[in-house]
């Protein structure tokens, strides 16, 4: 079955630690999208990437990295520059006029 | 800036028709979407506007006027799964697929 699929499924990190997150299609799509999705909110595009070895920053990408080494991989790191991290992280992959989603990672700061 | 407005909850019974209003101000407009989302799962996409008029899928139904920068979303015989929030994103470039997302509809389904 295509799709994309993220880990880890929750995730807790202490103040002041990177943490990266992961995205993997199988879906042969070339652009790829991490957004960030807090409580009673819609989704806010933090990095986007249309081909490999190339990304763009989104609305919010302060505190936030991302690599496109390979087509069917978008990386994210959440460093400790991201002031309030604690939120629902999702990745999608885009084809023609439809974005499919990944089940997403959400992320506790303790 | 750019926006998009919808409202926040809308509330309706088993068997009934809800109509998702959003309206939206953005530098370019190249296709208006919708998307579902259940609590704590991921969107899942509905229907796709690029042209004016109304698109049926099913139980569901999508509109556009793009002269009015407005769209809604019509669901009818309402089930209860059909309690989720709802998102309209426009499509603002022709050559990247990235979406402008509004804040999201919850529909409330009651027996």
Not at chain 2, 61 to 77: A, C, K, N
Request: one cysteine or more; glycine letters at 10%; hydrophobic letters at 30%.
């Amino acid at each position: 079955d295509g799709g994309i699929t993220q880990s880890p499924k929750y995730l807790f990190r202490k103040e002041g630690q990177n943490v990266t997150l992961s995205c993997e299609q199988n879906l042969n799509h070339d652009a790829m999208y991490w957004y960030r999705q807090d409580p009673g909110q819609g989704l806010r595009l933090i990095y986007y990437s249309q081909i490999v070895n190339d990304f763009q920053k989104g609305d919010i990408a302060e505190g936030y990295s991302v690599s496109r080494e390979k087509k069917e991989s978008f990386p994210l790191t959440v460093t400790s520059a991201q002031k309030n991290p604690t939120a629902f992280y999702l990745c999608a992959s885009t084809s023609r006029n439809e974005q499919f989603f990944g089940p997403g990672t959400r992320l506790t700061v303790l | 800036g750019q926006s998009l407005e919808q409202p926040s909850e809308v509330t309706a019974v088993e068997g009934a028709i809800v109509q998702i209003n959003c309206t939206y101000q953005t530098s370019g407009f190249y296709g208006l979407s919708w998307y579902q989302q259940h609590d704590g799962g991921a969107p899942t996409f509905l229907s796709y506007n690029a042209l004016d008029g109304l698109e049926e899928t099913g139980r569901f139904s999508s509109f556009l006027s793009r002269s009015d920068s407005y769209g809604y979303l019509l669901l009818q015989e309402l089930q209860m799964k059909d309690s989720a929030s709802y998102f309209c994103a426009v499509r603002g470039s022709s050559n990247t697929g990235k979406l402008i997302f509004g804040q999201g509809t919850t529909l409330q389904v009651k027996p």
